[in-house]
């Protein structure tokens, strides 16, 4: 019964990874991430410099020696650049899973038990998609402090909605299948049936939710670290484009290198959750 | 139930609604940490006795209620409390603030809105195309990066290398310089190119991808298929029975974010230093003026419930299936 079970849902996996390794872009996309991932990781190994080693070598333009060039103190860009990944894409996947968390308990619960409870849950969920979210964040951060830990937990907090509607009408729809039924009459109780029976089966487009979660969550960061609201203790992306704005005319690479690691990391997400999109509804495909 | 009776109905509906966004706001002001008096005197010399007197005139030693209720009939006669930061009535400053944001906005929505929903349906009616690829893949490009720092970008060179536009404010200052009649209004639309085209592009990539997803989503449709079986022409499918389903969920998107163009300006305002409302918040959050703040969060969201009522009442009267109950 079990194995059986298990072999079915590989069987599932391997077909939605054919239909999602059709979509180049998104192939593409998972490779940027998985490089940008082991990059940060290894930081202290791969950066040439120590990121915040002041030196007299400011404003040095690009070269061999600083391939993204040198900042207003003299530190080496690429080196920061690297560091700033690590805490800009842990940022955008710790928020990313906070709201994922709340969003799919949310709707798993929602659509799993109907009636008076998905409507109340659903009218909160209503509720909190016409908040102006970025505009709370920054109320809060700023009252209560711009640390990385306040960062992402406002940003996941307040990005969920989306993610319970889609967790919700998968619930829904799951939940009226066979199979569960079957799961019920062999004595599975409803924890054991939303958790086991159909959260795996809700997955794809879960993960959806997640990779644009993570992008929005790296965007906001930096929209956030812009705005003089960033964590001033860490590297981040975004951090360093606060610190470039005023320097534009006398330094371009301090801008342009992390901007540029902001939108290709943002673009392989948004790919990435477009591809899973396209694999899910082969008709509805975007290409 | 006719047309008129739906929008009142729905009109009453967001009074509680409004209710509840004040409410809200009076939980954040008062679960803001730090003492208010503090704040505000902790800086002079003055006593702790002196504090409690401060604290009584204040009205903070009163229950919470009545606290709220006096909140509420402030906000309700237009005060949204003084700035500290400008040394004027956070009201007054907004009222100032909004022509040089709604200018901005206008100038960047509005093109946004009309060239994202064309090429949206333009994608979609040729899906898997020449032309969808490169208009999604142009989309997916905009929808994705930075919008403050598209503006970085954009003023390195079209400002910095290029010195085709200013790069910061509405007009140009110096008094040599400074302009009249038709050359003082070329002046401001210079400035406002590139403000206006930034913005815009992150509305349009994100009007491309929705107005493309919900047509595609529309064309599958079994009244689609029928009326294809019928033997209508292509375009009189897509104009007459596609576009008008797919354009609802767009208009809920350009609804919310009418609803909420002083944060959208936020960010584009900071860069290009745009005197407006966004640029006034900028100067709140870097004050930690939390009045000002408070005032524009709240501002805004009265502008959300008030957007989307007029989003739902024009549901109401485009989509013939919405039956008012």
Same mark, same amino acid.
């Given at each position: 019964m079990i194995s059986s079970q298990t072999r079915e849902s590989f069987a599932r996996w391997t077909s939605f990874w054919r239909e999602y390794s059709k979509h180049r872009g998104a192939v593409i996309g998972l490779g940027v991430i998985t490089a940008m991932i082991t990059v940060s990781a290894l930081a202290?190994?791969?950066?040439?410099?120590?990121?915040?080693?002041?030196?007299?070598?400011?404003?040095?333009?690009?070269?061999?020696?600083? $391939?993204?060039?040198?900042?207003?103190?003299?530190?080496?860009?690429?080196?920061?650049?690297?560091?700033?990944?690590r805490i800009s894409l842990f940022i955008g996947f710790v928020a990313a899973t906070i709201a994922i968390l709340v969003g799919v308990l949310i709707g798993a619960m929602a659509g799993y038990f109907g009636g008076k409870l998905d409507d109340l849950l659903m009218r909160l969920t209503d509720g909190f998609m016409v908040i102006p979210t970025f505009f709370l964040v920054l109320l809060i951060v700023s009252m209560f402090g711009s640390?990385?830990?306040?960062?992402?937990? %406002?940003?996941?907090?307040?990005?969920?909605?989306?993610?319970?509607?889609?967790?919700?009408?998968?619930?829904?729809?799951?939940?009226? /299948?066979?199979?569960?039924?079957?799961?019920?009459?062999?004595?599975?109780?409803?924890?054991?049936?939303?958790?086991?029976?159909?959260?795996?089966?809700?997955?794809?487009?879960? *993960?959806?939710?997640?990779?644009?979660?993570?992008?929005?969550?790296? $965007?906001?960061?930096?929209? $956030?670290?812009?705005?003089? *609201?960033?964590?001033?203790?860490?590297?981040?992306?975004? &951090?360093?484009?606060?610190?470039?704005?005023?320097?534009?005319?006398?330094?371009?690479?301090?801008?342009?290198?992390?901007?540029?690691?902001?939108?290709?990391?943002?673009?392989?997400?948004?790919?990435?959750?477009d591809g899973l999109t396209d694999a899910l509804n082969p008709r509805l495909r975007h290409r | 139930m006719s047309l008129r009776t739906y929008v009142f109905r729905r009109s009453l509906y967001s009074i509680p609604l409004v209710f509840f966004v004040i409410l809200f706001n009076f939980i954040l002001i008062h679960s803001a940490p730090g003492d208010p008096v503090i704040y505000l005197y902790g800086h002079l010399d003055v006593s702790g006795e002196q504090m409690e007197i401060i604290r009584e005139q204040m009205g903070l030693r009163d229950p919470l209620y009545r606290q709220f209720l006096t909140y509420l009939s402030r906000i309700l006669t237009g005060d949204l409390g003084y700035s500290f930061y400008f040394r &004027?009535?956070?009201?007054?400053?907004?009222?100032?603030?909004?022509?040089?944001?709604l200018m901005l906005m206008f100038a960047s929505i509005l093109p946004a809105t009309v060239i994202g929903v064309i090429l949206g349906v333009i994608a979609a009616k040729h899906a898997r195309s020449r032309a969808d690829y490169l208009i999604s893949t142009l989309a997916i490009y905009g929808y994705s990066f930075p919008v403050f720092w598209g503006g970085m970008v954009s003023i390195l060179i079209f400002s910095v290398w290029l010195g085709w536009f200013p790069a910061?404010?509405?007009?140009?200052?110096?008094?040599?310089?400074?302009?009249?009649?038709?050359?003082?209004?070329?002046?401001? $639309?210079?400035?406002?190119?590139?403000?206006?085209?930034?913005?815009? /592009?992150?509305?349009?990539?994100?009007y491309v991808r929705f107005t493309r997803a919900s047509m595609l989503e529309v064309l599958e449709k079994d009244y689609i298929i029928t009326a294809?079986?019928?033997?209508?022409?292509?375009?009189?499918? =897509?104009?007459?029975?596609?576009?008008?389903?797919?354009?609802?969920?767009?208009?809920?998107?350009?609804? =919310?974010?009418?609803? /909420? %163009?002083?944060?959208?300006? %936020?960010?584009?305002?900071?860069?290009?230093?745009?005197?407006?409302?966004?640029?006034?918040?900028?100067?709140?959050?870097?004050?930690?003026?939390?009045?000002?703040?408070?005032?524009?969060? =709240?501002?805004?969201?009265?502008?959300?419930?008030?957007?989307?009522?007029?989003?739902?009442?024009?549901?109401?009267?485009?989509?013939?299936?919405?039956?008012?109950?």
């Open positions: 202290p190994y791969v950066a040439p410099f120590d990121p915040e080693e002041i030196t007299v070598d400011r404003w040095l333009p690009p070269s061999s020696h600083h $391939l993204m060039g040198t900042d207003n103190m003299g530190r080496d860009v690429l080196s920061r650049t690297i560091w700033g990944g640390t990385t830990f306040n960062i992402m937990i %406002v940003l996941g907090l307040t990005s969920w909605p989306e993610t319970a509607r889609v967790a919700r009408a998968e619930f829904l729809s799951l939940s009226k /299948m066979e199979f569960i039924d079957a799961a019920r009459v062999l004595g599975a109780g409803d924890l054991r049936i939303m958790f086991f029976h159909i959260l795996p089966n809700a997955f794809p487009p879960i *993960l959806v939710a997640l990779s644009m979660r993570v992008a929005g969550a790296i $965007l906001n960061e930096a929209a $956030l670290s812009f705005l003089g *609201l960033g964590d001033i203790n860490v590297i981040t992306w975004g &951090q360093m484009l606060h610190g470039a704005i005023r320097y534009m005319a006398l330094g371009w690479w301090m801008a342009v290198f992390p901007g540029l690691c902001i939108f290709f990391t943002v673009l392989a997400f948004n790919i990435i959750g | &004027q009535p956070v009201i007054e400053l907004f009222a100032q603030g909004l022509p040089a944001t910061m404010g509405m007009t140009t200052l110096t008094a040599a310089q400074a302009k009249t009649g038709v050359d003082y209004y070329v002046d401001v $639309l210079r400035h406002l190119f590139l403000p206006a085209i930034v913005l815009g /592009m992150w509305y349009l990539a994100s294809r079986s019928k033997g209508l022409e292509d375009n009189q499918i =897509l104009f007459k029975h596609a576009l008008r389903n797919a354009l609802l969920p767009v208009l809920t998107v350009v609804g =919310l974010n009418l609803g /909420m %163009v002083f944060t959208g300006a %936020v960010i584009t305002e900071t860069v290009f230093a745009w005197p407006g409302i966004g640029s006034l918040l900028q100067a709140g959050i870097v004050s930690r003026d939390y009045t000002l703040l408070m005032g524009g969060f =709240l501002i805004t969201s009265i502008c959300v419930v008030f957007a989307n009522l007029v989003t739902d009442c024009m549901y109401a009267i485009l989509d013939p299936r919405i039956t008012y109950k």
